[in-house]
């Protein structure tokens, strides 16, 4: 298999498995959103530090190797994707789900603009076509069910959403300094780095470390399944594939998520959500083929 059609599979698997938050999320009762997101950061550092482990067959002195070989490249992305984690998840809180997912529906476009502006990567014809085929499924998907029927924002909602804008643009940043950093440099550790930072910023945050086991269980698993492996792939995928696509790809997240609420909670989604998701589904679909088969040419 071709180094960028494994990527384009990776960012694929990534986006399916960051579409599992608004399952597990649902079933949070009582714990404050920075208490979530310690054990859910906690719970990625943990879960990168032993994918890397098991890759590198158990040899623990090669995985400690790497946090020697640290630079300033890893201290960004890590910081990056702490800031995406810290604003995505107070971004939920703060507005409502349709702003937040509206806003992080542009990642495709900023991660473009910032490859284009740093690495002067090309945008296709068909990745522009794509990205605006996403947008347009999600804007299809929020004017369902009254996701997006507010007419005017409040302070909590601006808040929201710049929270939202602020997610937007640490994953970005994110994405364009793993392309910088090549295919040949292994990233992983500055991504687990980012739980780490997350955690800690949580820790001054949060007003206790007290949760229920059950709450404790899902903020685990969000940062285990959901995270933990999503961004591992998109880590992976960064390394082949162009910084707009892999958000691009990623999108999968957001026209998934409602299907897995639909099947196993039983909440029955809006048409207009099952219509726009199958659209942002078949520019997904349709941006991985058009690369796979340009770059297998």
């Not at 986006?15 to 997101?37: K, N, Q, Y």
């Not at 702490?82 to 939920?92: D, H, K, N, R, V």
């Not at 999968?252 to 589904?281: C, D, K, M, R, Y």
Request: aromatic fraction near 10%; proline fraction near 4%.
């Amino acid at each position: 298999m071709k180094p960028y059609t494994r990527g384009v599979l990776q960012a694929i698997a990534g986006g399916v498995f960051l579409s599992s938050s608004g399952i597990i999320v649902r079933h949070i009762e009582h714990a404050d959103p920075w208490t979530v997101l310690f054990y859910r950061s906690l719970a990625f550092f943990v879960t990168v530090l032993v994918f890397m482990l098991v890759r590198d067959h158990g040899r623990v002195r090669e995985t400690v190797k790497r946090v020697t070989r640290l630079g300033p490249l890893d201290a960004l992305i890590a910081t990056a994707l702490a800031c995406g984690f810290i604003f995505y998840l107070q971004s939920l809180f703060a507005t409502t789900v349709a702003n937040t997912v509206l806003m992080l529906s542009t990642g495709p476009f900023f991660a473009a603009l910032l490859a284009w502006m740093v690495l002067r990567e090309r945008i296709s014809g068909t990745t522009w076509i794509t990205m605006f085929m996403a947008i347009g499924g999600i804007a299809v998907m929020l004017a369902g069910a009254g996701l997006a029927s507010t007419t005017s924002a409040g302070a909590s909602d601006l808040v929201g959403i710049l929270y939202a804008l602020g997610a937007v643009l640490s994953f970005a940043i994110m994405v364009v300094a793993l392309r910088r950093a090549g295919p040949e440099r292994d990233m992983l550790m500055a991504t687990s780095l980012a739980g780490l930072i997350a955690a800690l910023a949580s820790a001054i945050m949060m007003p206790t470390f007290s949760i229920s086991l059950p709450d404790l269980l899902l903020s685990l698993a969000l940062g285990s399944v959901q995270i933990g492996v999503g961004f591992i792939f998109i880590t992976l995928a960064s390394r082949t594939v162009p910084a707009a696509q892999v958000p691009l790809l990623a999108l999968g997240e957001t026209a998934l998520a409602p299907l897995w609420v639909w099947l196993f909670i039983n909440e029955v989604p809006a048409i207009n959500t099952l219509i726009g998701g199958s659209i942002v589904l078949i520019a997904v679909i349709w941006q991985g083929y058009a690369g796979i088969k340009t770059n297998n040419e």
